[in-house]
């Protein structure tokens, strides 16, 4: 299950969070308005439905994970409205200063309007690009978990700092990650590269919040992985930027889709955000 959304907030409200650039004296507005732009994007699929909100609101070249990585406008074009509600929010979001690349994530509800169903439960995680005023989706991934998460969280916004860059220096980082899941494990390439604030989504389990957190729990794979990218991209300011692909277990079958967002801190690219999504 997909990584979904909600919160109802008037259109003119988004027209003007979203209709200009952030002001350069004030650069947690790009922030806000991405908070906004998610609020907006969820309160569309509770009014209408998700086909249409996710129609309206990713990027033309958006991608999204359906049993891996698809392209998202094909796949939601051709999609029927299935009978449910899709309802999200944004419990945390973080943005480059430039205001043209961000991160939203928080906890989505899946309700049939069979009540004799499952309600599901999980987190999205969705990277946003904003051009011509408009904040549109880039890459959208997820996770499910048995129960709620995260669904009273107050909402924490940043704004990234620092600078490195250029999309070489972060394959040049992504590359090094990926050689020490493959060569020792996940962990082994988490203690080497994330951040100390590190988010990290598995299926079937609630967000880890903070790397010794993350390694503490176990949840980080003592396995290797084999990463394939597919790319990386990043912000104007050169302080915040993500990388994606598939992976492959090296001494097992699992195997997926998966997403990292990276910030720029004073040591260089580090790990803000992993996520992986296994295909069944």
């Known amino acids: 299950m ?8 008037a259109l003119a ?10 002001p350069h004296d004030d ?8 908070a906004q732009a998610e609020r907006a994007f969820a309160a569309r699929s509770v009014r209408e439905n998700a086909r249409a909100a996710f129609l309206a609101h990713f990027a033309s ?5 359906r049993n891996g990585w ?7 074009e051709a999609q029927g409205v299935a009978p449910l509600v899709l309802d999200w929010h944004p419990v945390y979001v973080e943005a480059a200063r430039s205001g043209d690349l961000g991160l939203s994530t928080g906890p989505w509800t899946l309700t049939p309007r069979d009540p004799a169903r499952h309600v599901g439960h999980g987190q ?3 990277v946003w690009r ?18 709620p998460a995260l669904e009273d969280a107050a909402l924490e916004t940043r704004v990234a700092q620092g600078g490195c860059a250029s999309a070489e220096s972060l394959e040049q980082a992504e590359a090094r990650f990926s050689a020490l899941a493959q060569g020792e494990d996940v962990r082994s390439a988490l203690h080497a590269l994330a951040a100390s604030g590190l988010r990290f989504y598995r299926e079937g389990a609630p967000p880890r919040l903070g790397l010794e957190a993350v390694l503490a729990s176990g949840a980080a794979e003592a396995s290797a992985r084999r990463y394939s990218a597919q790319g990386a991209r990043v912000a104007q300011s050169g302080e915040l930027g993500f990388t994606s692909g598939s992976y492959a277990g090296v001494r097992d079958a699992e195997h997926g889709a998966w997403l990292r967002v990276w910030r720029c801190e004073p040591g260089g690219w580090r790990v803000a955000l992993d996520i992986t999504n296994a295909m069944r």
């Open 13 to 22: 409200a988004l027209a003007a969070a979203c209709g200009t650039n952030p």
């Open 130 to 147: 904003r051009e011509h005023g408009q904040w549109k989706v880039m890459a959208d991934i997820g996770i499910s978990h048995p129960e």
């Open 70 to 76: 698809t392209a998202a406008m094909p796949a939601l």
């Open 61 to 65: 070249d958006g991608m999204l994970v």
């Open 124 to 126: 999205f995680v969705s």
């Open 2 to 9: 997909r990584g979904m959304k909600m919160v109802l907030i």
């Open 27 to 34: 650069p947690s507005a790009a922030a806000r308005s991405l």
